[in-house]
């Protein structure tokens, strides 16, 4: 599934090409997605122009005149900017096609992804509304995680997890940054320090900004936007490196299933 930093690469791979350009038509070929695609979406954009594309956790943006599409790349979603005449495939569902003679195109094997609409402000989108802030941002700052743990009796990664707490801090950059923090995965949320949830703040920070300049992790649903694939993989410590060598001290990586997701982490390491 796209993450934070595959999303963010998406936003940065096709804003030169689709920001300020003006849509010609909407080819909707499968509405149906995880939500049904609005059957007045042709009719919202066609002649519009894209002012902005941002993202807020793994939320695309297109700001128009007029409202904004909110598009989620789901479990297998992925745009690519290409020639207007390039042929559809099987999976290819919608084409924004550009007065630039490009068009964007949204493939999604398993349709969990979606395109919707709102002419609200997007940050009041029920979809929207509840996120906490950005990982990046200047409101994820080092109070922040042990102010919202206290009292909390779930584990720290599925507690890191939470959208509502902060946006996009998934399965992959939880056990990574849980790594790097030092923090076994399985401890108590309440349980954690103030002191190690600034380093496990910083650590966060760090992976994403990491991954982000890498290009996104390499997944078997995930290219980049010109078709090359992230290369954050191979500099994984933990994650999907279960009885091989720890980075750092050599014991072999844990992993066992917490809240039916698969964590990795290093024993001696990670306390």
């Not at 350009?21 to 997605?33: A, E, G, M, Y």
Request: aromatic share 8%; hydrophobic share 35%; with cysteine.
């Amino acid at each position: 599934m796209p993450e934070l930093p595959e999303v963010e690469t998406t936003a940065r791979g096709i804003r030169p090409h689709v920001a300020g350009q003006t849509v010609s038509k909407v080819i909707v070929r499968n509405p149906k997605l995880r939500w049904p695609v609005p059957e007045n979406l042709a009719e919202r954009l066609t002649q519009q122009r894209i002012q902005s594309i941002e993202r807020r956790g793994k939320y695309l943006l297109f700001k128009t005149q007029h409202g904004h599409q909110l598009l989620h790349l789901g479990m297998s979603g992925s745009l690519r900017v290409l020639p207007a005449d390039t042929a559809a495939g099987k999976h290819d569902h919608i084409d924004w096609q550009l007065e630039s003679g490009q068009l964007l195109r949204l493939n999604d094997p398993r349709r969990f992804g979606s395109v919707l609409w709102t002419e609200e402000t997007p940050e009041q989108h029920p979809l929207l509304a509840s996120l906490g802030p950005e990982p990046l941002g200047e409101h994820f700052h080092d109070d922040y995680l042990w102010q919202k743990s206290r009292g909390r009796k779930q584990n720290v990664k599925t507690f890191i997890m939470d959208s509502k707490l902060v946006v996009g801090v998934g399965n992959i950059y939880a056990s990574e940054s849980l790594f790097l923090a030092g923090i076994r995965p399985t401890t108590q949320a309440g349980r954690v320090s103030k002191a190690r949830y600034v380093a496990l703040t910083q650590a966060i920070k760090q992976t994403l900004a990491k991954a982000i300049d890498a290009g996104g992790t390499t997944l078997k649903d995930f290219n980049q936007v010109d078709g090359k694939p992230g290369y954050f993989k191979q500099e994984l410590n933990v994650y999907g490196r279960a009885a091989e060598p720890c980075t750092t001290c050599g014991t072999p990586i844990s992993n066992k299933v917490l809240n039916q997701r698969m964590t990795y982490w290093c024993p001696s390491c990670q306390k």
